[in-house]
């Protein structure tokens, strides 16, 4: 078995999306999860969002989430068709009109934007993306099903840094992905959201942000996954993470073992191509 995690610019447009669907179909016979981060920007939308309302800026709040709805509802249309879009549509209307309702609580009825409010909202993202990821696989041939995390990462309520109850959250895994063997190669393929979990009485958390490399890695732990890949959608391989320097280069070249040092020293990115992967579990 093995992970794939993509990050939230690998899942940023419909070509994107297919794209992943194909590099998950090309590892088919090795058993992949998928585990997914919001698409693109998603997450910090939903933060803006949260704030204005907070800040009582409702028609900002408003305007915000009429185009993040708006990048669901195109992003929907251009990946699936007939029956599917229908019922994607649907689940949108629904989580946007709770994400409405949350911030009209906010902005106008003097709601304190708490810590688990705040993980509700943000949660939205993945849970969009996963319903969204496994729609778009189906649709492109891959047959996949949707998990939803909050059944199966388990954490305490230190919202918005909630950490995983690991040995329930492991059972809870092993029994929703049941070892190769014991699953008919060529079954769906389970793609489930990143980041969030719940608490055991049911409430929604997050693992901080950037937490869906963490679900990959509680995923991969509990199934003991032979590898765990994190995809990335970058130009190449730089001399530097061009978020710490600015004026770095993409390399043209890198040997094999020049892309091993770099692992070992932590690089975010070592392979070059539209997209890359890291990660190896040791
Ligand atoms: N979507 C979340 C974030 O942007 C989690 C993640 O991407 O890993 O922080
Ligand atoms: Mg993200």
């Not at 946007?96 to 705040?118: K, Q, S, V, Y």
Request: proline residues 4%.
């Amino acid at each position: 078995m093995i992970v794939m995690k993509f990050g939230g610019s690998s899942l940023a447009s419909a070509i994107a999306i297919r794209r992943a669907a194909f590099l998950v179909r090309s590892e088919g016979p090795r058993n992949p999860v998928v585990v997914v981060s919001a698409c693109g920007t998603t997450t910090d939308q939903l933060d803006a969002i949260l704030e204005d309302a907070s800040q009582g800026r409702a028609y900002l709040a408003w305007t915000k989430q009429r185009d993040l709805a708006s990048q669901y509802y195109s992003l929907a249309s251009e990946l699936l068709a007939g029956v599917e879009v229908v019922q994607i549509e649907q689940y949108l209307r629904d989580v946007f009109r709770d994400l409405h309702l949350l911030t009209i609580d906010l902005a106008e009825n003097g709601r304190e934007l708490t810590p688990e409010i705040r993980d509700r909202g943000l949660s939205i993202g993945e849970q969009l993306s996963s319903r969204i990821v496994a729609a778009a696989f189906n649709r492109a041939g891959v047959p996949a099903v949707h998990l939803d995390a909050r059944e199966l990462i388990v954490t305490d309520d230190h919202f918005n840094e909630a950490a995983p109850v690991l040995w329930e959250t492991y059972a809870k895994i092993r029994a929703a992905l049941p070892e190769p063997t014991a699953r008919s190669v060529g079954g769906p393929i389970p793609v489930l959201a990143g980041y969030i979990g719940a608490t055991p009485d049911g409430r929604t958390t997050t693992l901080g942000r950037g937490g869906s490399d963490f679900t990959a890695s509680l995923v991969g732990a509990a199934v003991h996954a032979e590898e765990i890949q994190i995809w990335t959608d970058v130009d190449g391989v730089m001399t530097c993470d061009p978020r710490v320097r600015r004026n770095v280069h993409r390399l043209t070249t890198l040997s094999y073992e020049e892309a091993a040092e770099l692992a070992r020293c932590g690089a975010k990115v070592v392979l070059e191509s539209a997209m890359s992967y890291v990660c190896p579990l040791a």
